[in-house]
């Protein structure tokens, strides 16, 4: 069974920095894709950013593009997401995920065939 855990969310101010952590646990994540999505109060859930497991490649949704980065570790089995200049409207609960049979397009953002989510990790920027 697989399992994620986030941990490193809190109450920032604008412009400010935060990391996410993922351990992700109870499979073998080669061929996945791993990401991490958000939820704002009253929103939907939406992608935010995601990497293959295997080659590292990864991909961005528009409004995070070159504040975010996700990476990997092989070795710890975790996932990262490194938050910069962040603003109120990053303000969410957010979510790592992996998905197996796996798809990016920037149209439909990343889909699979089973996803996996964690328990979420709320992020408050504050103005």
């Known amino acids: 069974q697989v399992q994620l855990v986030e941990s490193g969310g809190g109450l920032v101010q604008a412009g400010d920095s935060l990391r996410l952590s993922c351990a992700a646990s109870?499979?073998?994540?080669?061929?996945?894709?791993m990401g991490w999505f958000r939820q704002a109060p009253g929103k939907e859930r939406d992608f935010v950013a995601g990497?293959?497991?295997?080659?590292?490649?990864?991909f961005y949704a528009d409004p995070v593009k070159g504040r975010f980065t996700i990476s990997r570790d092989l070795a710890k089995n975790t996932v990262t997401l490194q938050m910069n200049s962040l603003n109120p409207e990053d303000t969410a609960v957010y979510y790592c995920?992996?998905?197996?049979?796996?798809?990016?397009?920037?149209?439909?953002?990343?889909?699979?065939?089973?996803?996996?989510w964690g328990q979420g990790t709320q992020v408050t920027v504050s103005s």
């Open positions: 109870g499979g073998t994540f080669s061929g996945y894709a």
């Open positions: 995920t992996a998905h197996s049979h796996w798809s990016y397009t920037t149209t439909r953002g990343l889909t699979s065939q089973d996803t996996y």
């Open positions: 990497i293959s497991w295997s080659a590292g490649s990864t």
